[in-house]
């Protein structure tokens, strides 16, 4: 019988960076190689097209989704190029496609052309992944500048909204949108005001599209996470909330991105969640009072 895997605890080490922040700097690194996971083929031949993708859990998701059997496009900002490249080799490592796709969300052209290159490269497109979010802690509301508040709904709902929007005309019978939300869209943050109201957004998006596709028998889920040991940590807040980030749970720690991204293969795996559609689905490291 294997033994449970053990996981860094908090406190972590303080540490601090610049946006977007790149996921080779973080002290401990992110765990995203999900040594414990053990494929089935359950997304053989499938494609999918990952916002985010290049660090954090839209890594993780990319490296499950690839050793699944998937081929993989992922957006970033090009400031995160050289995380998108590590990400890509573990794709590789695993057998599939990597296509890497430097862009921002908030661009509806742009998401367009991130949807237009997926299928010209693959062929079509089986999985979009909205994941992509940007995340600053402020202490109070007045705090919260117009630009700032601007920069969250643009790129946590409208490039959700755009990505969706491009992938809806190539996504057939079988196929699915997955969307990340967040415990903060559920029981609020009150450092994280504009962020919170995002994600109650996108879980409500989530479930009018998912009302919208079912007679497309296209599903669309969400999945909600409490505090995963990322790059937004260091670049969203001072250095001691870095190092206090997931105490809070009973876990008594953040959670890590491979542990994370097991419900992304499940949410796109007809075989797993072929009768689910429309659900928020929360990972809180044993918190049960999220909504």
Not at 68 to 88: N, W
Not at 205 to 234: D, M
Not at 239 to 252: D, L, V
């Amino acid at each position: 019988m294997s033994k449970m895997k053990e996981y860094p605890k908090s406190p972590m080490p303080p540490q601090v960076q610049s946006k977007p922040g790149l996921e080779s700097e973080m002290r401990p690194r992110p765990q995203y190689k999900g040594s414990q996971y053990r494929p089935a083929g359950k997304l053989a031949g499938k494609v999918a097209l990952i916002t985010g993708g290049d660090s954090g859990i839209g890594r993780a998701v990319a490296v499950l989704y690839a050793r699944e059997g998937a081929d993989v496009a992922i957006v970033y900002l090009a400031a995160e190029q050289s995380d998108a490249e590590e990400t890509r080799a573990a794709v590789e490592a695993a057998g599939r496609k990597c296509l890497l796709i430097p862009g921002d969300v908030t661009d509806p052209k742009f998401c367009r052309q991130a949807v237009e290159k997926t299928v010209t490269a693959f062929g079509k497109l089986d999985v979009l992944v909205n994941n992509a979010a940007f995340q600053q802690r402020r202490d109070k509301l007045e705090d919260v500048t117009d630009e700032q508040f601007d920069t969250t709904f643009k790129t946590n709902v409208y490039g959700y909204f755009y990505m969706a929007r491009a992938a809806l005309p190539h996504l057939k019978e079988g196929a699915s949108i997955i969307n990340t939300g967040s415990v903060t869209g559920l029981q609020g943050s009150k450092t994280l005001i504009d962020y919170s109201a995002t994600k109650g957004a996108i879980h409500a998006f989530t479930k009018a599209l998912a009302q919208s596709l079912v007679e497309k028998k296209v599903r669309v889920n969400c999945v909600a996470p409490g505090p995963i040991w990322t790059p937004f940590i260091p670049t969203s807040g001072p250095p001691e909330k870095t190092a206090e980030h997931g105490k809070q749970t009973p876990m008594g720690r953040p959670g890590q991105p491979e542990e994370v991204a097991p419900t992304y293969v499940f949410f796109a795996s007809d075989g797993d969640s072929s009768y689910i559609t429309g659900e928020v689905l929360a990972l809180l490291g044993g918190e049960t009072t999220a909504g």
